[in-house]
């Protein structure tokens, strides 16, 4: 599943993927376990009363790599129609 985040339509970061979330061009979202909960916390929260598909990867880093970037992420959108 990681790799259609190197060839779909996707956002990365917190900003992006909340504002996917909430005008509900989400698919699905990647959530890095390593990441600080506080801040994955609002985007969790929507995608619970929207009924989006939640993917747990275990590191920043790893997600980062799958969706292309040379830095970790701690959230990651696989948009809708992509």
């Given at each position: 599943m990681l790799s259609e985040l190197k060839t779909k339509s996707k956002v990365i970061g917190v900003k992006q993927s909340l504002k996917a979330v909430k005008t509900d061009g989400a698919q699905c979202v990647y959530f890095a376990?390593?990441?600080?909960?506080?801040?994955?916390?609002?985007?969790?929260?929507?995608?619970?009363?929207?009924?989006?598909?939640?993917?747990?990867?275990?590191?920043?880093?790893?997600?980062?790599?799958?969706c292309g970037i040379d830095v970790g992420a701690a959230v990651a959108v696989l948009l809708k129609n992509s």
């Amino acid at each position: 599943m990681l790799s259609e985040l190197k060839t779909k339509s996707k956002v990365i970061g917190v900003k992006q993927s909340l504002k996917a979330v909430k005008t509900d061009g989400a698919q699905c979202v990647y959530f890095a376990d390593d990441a600080d909960p506080s801040l994955l916390e609002p985007i969790r929260s929507v995608c619970e009363e929207k009924g989006i598909h939640v993917i747990t990867v275990e590191t920043m880093a790893a997600l980062g790599h799958a969706c292309g970037i040379d830095v970790g992420a701690a959230v990651a959108v696989l948009l809708k129609n992509s």
